[in-house]
T-cell receptor, first 114, second 111 residues
Framework: DAKTTQPTSMDCAEGRAANLPCNHS???????VYWYRQIHSQGPQYIIH???NNETNEMASLIITEDRKSSTLILPHATLRDTAVYYC???????????????FGTGTLLAVQP | DAMVIQNPRYQVTQFGKPVTLSCSQT?????MYWYQQKSSQAPKLLFH???????NEADTPDNFQSRRPNTSFCFLDIRSPGLGDAAMYLC??????????FGQGTRLTVV
C-alpha cells in the first residue's frame, strides 16, 4: 500500500492561499490521490481527488507533479472555518478483486490565523 | 440530509461488556468501512466490506468483529472492550470509484 507523508502543522493568514504538500513517492499508476479534512469531533469531509491531471472544484485545487510522487492541495482564500486537519490519502483499489481501501496518512493541522 | 448515519453518537460501555455500534447508509454504496480514531491520531482502518466480501486489516485485533446483513447496514461488534478501545469509531461508504462519505462517528467510552 502506498504511504503518504505530510507536515504535522501549518499556519496560514486569513484570506491568503493555503498550500498543503503531500509526498506519496511509492504511488502506483492506478492509484488516485484523495484529500479530506476533519474538523474537530466531526467525520472527515471529502475535498478533491485526482489521478494525473490537476483538478479544481469549488473548494480547492489539486496539483499533482508529473511523476505523481507528490501533490499540493491549494485553498485559494483561506478562512477561519478552514482550520482543520487535512489528510492526503492514496486510494488503493484492487480491480481484480474485492478490496477497495482508503488509508489515511498522518495529516496536517492547518491553523488559519485572523 | 444525512447519508451515512451512525448510532449512537456517544456510547458508554463497561469494561469487558460486549458492545455494538451501528451504521446505515442511503447511498446504496457497495463499499462500507470501519475506522478507529484515537485522540490526536489519524483514522485507522479496521476492516471494510466490498458488497458481502469482508476484508480485515492484518493488525485489527480479534476483539473487533463486523457484520453486514444487507447493503444499507453495517455493524461493529467489540466482544470484550478494554480501556484501550476507547476511541471515535467512524463508518464510511463509497462505490468502487467515488469518494467516500463519512458518518459523524460514535465516541466510545469504556468504564
Amino acid at each position: 500500500d502506498a504511504k503518504t507523508t505530510q507536515p504535522t502543522s501549518m499556519d496560514c493568514a486569513e484570506g491568503r492561499a493555503a498550500n498543503l504538500p503531500c509526498n506519496h513517492s511509492t504511488i502506483s499508476g492506478n492509484e488516485y490521490v484523495y484529500w479530506y479534512r476533519q474538523i474537530h469531533s466531526q467525520g472527515p469531509q471529502y475535498i478533491i481527488h485526482g489521478l494525473k491531471n490537476n483538478e479544481t472544484n469549488e473548494m480547492a485545487s489539486l496539483i499533482i507533479t508529473e511523476d505523481r510522487k507528490s501533490s499540493t492541495l491549494i485553498l485559494p482564500h483561506a478562512t477561519l472555518r478552514d482550520t482543520a486537519v487535512y489528510y492526503c490519502i492514496v486510494r488503493v483499489v484492487n480491480y481484480g478483486g474485492a478490496t477497495n481501501k482508503l488509508i489515511f496518512g498522518t495529516g496536517t493541522l492547518l491553523a488559519v490565523q485572523p | 440530509d444525512a447519508m451515512v448515519i451512525q448510532n449512537p453518537r456517544y456510547q458508554v460501555t463497561q469494561f469487558g461488556k460486549p458492545v455494538t455500534l451501528s451504521c446505515s447508509q442511503t447511498l446504496n454504496h457497495n463499499v462500507m468501512y470501519w475506522y478507529q480514531q484515537k485522540s490526536s491520531q489519524a483514522p485507522k482502518l479496521l476492516f471494510h466490506y466490498y458488497d458481502k466480501d469482508f476484508n480485515n486489516e492484518a493488525d485489527t485485533p480479534d476483539n473487533f468483529q463486523s457484520r453486514r446483513p444487507n447493503t444499507s447496514f453495517c455493524f461493529l461488534d467489540i466482544r470484550s472492550p478494554g480501556l484501550g478501545d476507547a476511541a471515535m469509531y467512524l463508518c464510511a461508504t463509497s462505490s468502487r470509484t467515488t469518494e467516500a462519505f463519512f458518518g459523524q462517528g460514535t465516541r466510545l467510552t469504556v468504564v
